[in-house]
T-cell receptor, first 114, second 112 residues
Framework: ETGVTQTPRHLVMGMTNKKSLKCEQH?????MYWYKQSAKKPLELMFV???????ENNSVPSRFSPECPNSSHLFLHLHTLQPEDSALYLC?????????????FGQGTRLTVV | SQQGEEDPQALSIQEGENATMNCSYK?????LQWYRQNSGRGLVHLIL?????REKHSGRLRVTLDTSKKSSSLLITASRAADTASYFC????????????FGKGTKLSVIP
C-alpha cells in the first residue's frame, strides 16, 4: 500500500462510452500525475498538477480530460476513446519540491477499449 | 523531453546471483531514481541518487551514478525469486520541474 489509491482497477469500455478514472492520495503531497503505460513503450507522462493547477500537458488528445478538484484527488475523464488507448493508466503523487521528485504510484487502472 | 535507456532489456539469473542493470541518459539531471514494477502493478520507488552523489546503498541495492559518462547502475546482490520484476530508471528534472521521465525498463527474472 503506497498511499495512492486508484479505482477502478480494471475497466472495459466501448468507443462511444464516457467513463472516469479516479485517484486519491493520502500522503499530503501537493503534486499529482497521470501516466500511460503501453506494452513495449516507455511510461508516458500525460498530465501534471501542482497545488491543483495543471502545469504540464504533454500533447495528450482531448478525448482525455483531467480534473483535480483538490490536492488529494485526481480524475481522468475518458470519452470516445480508440482501441490504441488501451493501456495501464497510472496515477502518482509527490511532494514536488525541487530535487525531491520521488513519486508514489497507485496500482493502476487496466483499461481496455473495445 | 529526455528519458533514460536501460540496458539490458531483459536479464535472467539464478537465485543467489547478483543482477546489474544500467541506465544511460543524454542531458543534465538533478537526480536519478530507480523504480520496480511487478507485472501489471504500480511502480515502487527504490532509491534516489542526486547529481552530486556517486554511490548509494539501500539493503541489497547499490546504485552508482557517473555524471561524466551520464550513466547509472543498479546492483541487486544475492538475488531472490521475489526480485523478479521490471526495473526502471527515471530522470528527475531541475528546480521548478516536477517531471519524471522513465525508460523502457529492464525485465529481471530470478530463477529459483
Amino acid at each position: 500500500e503506497t498511499g495512492v489509491t486508484q479505482t477502478p482497477r480494471h475497466l472495459v469500455m466501448g468507443m462511444t462510452n464516457k467513463k472516469s478514472l479516479k485517484c486519491e492520495q493520502h500522503l499530503g503531497h501537493n503534486a499529482m500525475y497521470w501516466y500511460k503505460q503501453s506494452a513495449k513503450k516507455p511510461l508516458e507522462l500525460m498530465f501534471v498538477y501542482n497545488f491543483k493547477e495543471q502545469t504540464e500537458n504533454n500533447s495528450v488528445p482531448s478525448r482525455f480530460s483531467p480534473e483535480c478538484p483538490n490536492s488529494s484527488h485526481l480524475f481522468l475523464h475518458l470519452h470516445t476513446l480508440q482501441p490504441e488507448d488501451s493501456a495501464l493508466y497510472l496515477c502518482a503523487s509527490s511532494q514536488a519540491r525541487p530535487g525531491h521528485t520521488e513519486a508514489f504510484f497507485g496500482q493502476g487502472t487496466r483499461l481496455t477499449v473495445v | 523531453s529526455q528519458q533514460g535507456e536501460e540496458d539490458p532489456q531483459a536479464l535472467s539469473i539464478q537465485e543467489g546471483e547478483n543482477a546489474t542493470m544500467n541506465c544511460s541518459y543524454k542531458t543534465s539531471i538533478n537526480n536519478l531514481q530507480w523504480y520496480r514494477q511487478n507485472s501489471g502493478r504500480g511502480l515502487v520507488h527504490l532509491i534516489l541518487i542526486r547529481s552530486n552523489e556517486r554511490e548509494k546503498h539501500s539493503g541489497r541495492l547499490r546504485v552508482t551514478l557517473d555524471t561524466s559518462k551520464k550513466s547509472s547502475s543498479l546492483l541487486i546482490t544475492a538475488s531472490r525469486a521475489a526480485d523478479t520484476a521490471s526495473y526502471f530508471c527515471a530522470l528527475g528534472g531541475g528546480a521548478g520541474s516536477y517531471q519524471l521521465t522513465f525508460g523502457k525498463g529492464t525485465k529481471l527474472s530470478v530463477i529459483p
